[in-house]
């Protein structure tokens, strides 16, 4: 790349969009943020992806390309999808690339952890263009995929058990029917009902777990309620160990769910730690930031500390 190339990706952002899933006009959204973006005087470039497998990616040719502003306009995997993108490039130094985000898909538990909801596109833009930053912690998941020993990468959370699953379904009912679609709450409170365990093995700081778990979630964030009290950028993963409640305990465990009060519950056994190691699950399903994992195990779940540059709001 020549030296007027490099200035000019230096300066302008390198925006990947993806459109809101279940939603008739798509194209509607990114109207009324290039709209703003022309009003602010912005100078990007810009790729549409429905494909989320192209997230990756996009994301990582932007970063191989000399962009330092990289701005992802979609939901939590998308987000997650980018993340992976800028963790897998070829740069080595990334300590002058910087993420941002304006939230668009029907999940956005990452920008809402933030205090972005998907409503807040001109507040978002504006935070970006004032480029405050933060140094915050990406976690990330080794696992065997066939012979191979491959690494995901996450900002909120690795889901098993159920947990994982109520995410599957969560995900494919929004993204063809919203997430006001009735199937989707039956689905989920059948789900619950089931109260399925799996015999995991599994190690958490010295503590050795080899039970019957309804869910675990390790998390660098809230973890989709589960890991209320994690925060990405303390250099430490909040893992959350759910064993099978009484009917009478799930419903008030969904309930302190909703409410952010998880880690109160009977059922629940909090941990914090550095890493964790999951030996086995019992063919439980595994989801990083809501995408399902093909894997074998074990599973080595850990955090690189402030490394990677983050745009805050005020």
Not at 165 to 171: G, H, L, R, V, Y
Request: glycine content about 8%.
């Amino acid at each position: 790349m020549d030296e007027k190339m490099i200035n000019k990706t230096i300066s302008r952002w390198g925006i990947v969009y993806v459109p809101m899933a279940g939603v008739r006009k798509k194209h509607r959204r990114w109207h009324q943020i290039k709209e703003y973006l022309e009003l602010k005087k912005v100078q990007y470039d810009y790729i549409q992806s429905e494909d989320y497998g192209a997230v990756e990616r996009l994301t990582r040719m932007y970063v191989e390309n000399g962009y330092k502003t990289i701005v992802l306009v979609g939901g939590d995997m998308a987000v997650n999808d980018a993340i992976n993108g800028i963790m897998t490039s070829s740069v080595e130094d990334l300590s002058s690339v910087s993420f941002g985000i304006i939230a668009n898909g029907i999940g956005n538990d990452f920008a809402d952890f933030w205090g972005l909801g998907v409503d807040d596109y001109k507040r978002a833009i504006d935070c970006i263009i004032k480029g405050t930053l933060r140094k915050i912690d990406v976690g990330y998941c080794s696992f065997l995929d066939g012979a191979v020993t491959k690494k995901r990468y996450f900002l909120m959370a690795v889901n098993v058990g159920l947990g994982a699953e109520a995410i599957k379904i969560s995900d494919e009912c929004k993204h063809y029917w919203g997430k006001r679609n009735p199937t989707y709450i039956i689905s989920l409170f059948r789900l619950f009902l089931r109260r399925k365990q799996y015999k995991m093995h599994l190690k958490v700081n010295d503590e050795v777990l080899n039970e019957r778990l309804m869910t675990v979630c390790v998390g660098n964030s809230r973890g989709y309620g589960l890991t209320p009290s994690a925060v990405p950028y303390n250099g430490w993963l909040d893992v959350s160990v759910v064993y099978r409640p009484e009917l009478k305990q799930m419903v008030q465990g969904l309930w302190m769910l909703l409410r952010g009060r998880i880690l109160n519950h009977k059922q629940v056994k909090p941990y914090r730690t550095k890493r964790v190691v999951i030996y086995d699950t019992e063919g439980a399903s595994i989801c990083v930031d809501g995408r399902i994992l093909e894997y074998k195990c074990p599973l080595e779940i850990s955090l690189m500390p402030e490394c990677l540059n983050f745009i805050v709001p005020d």
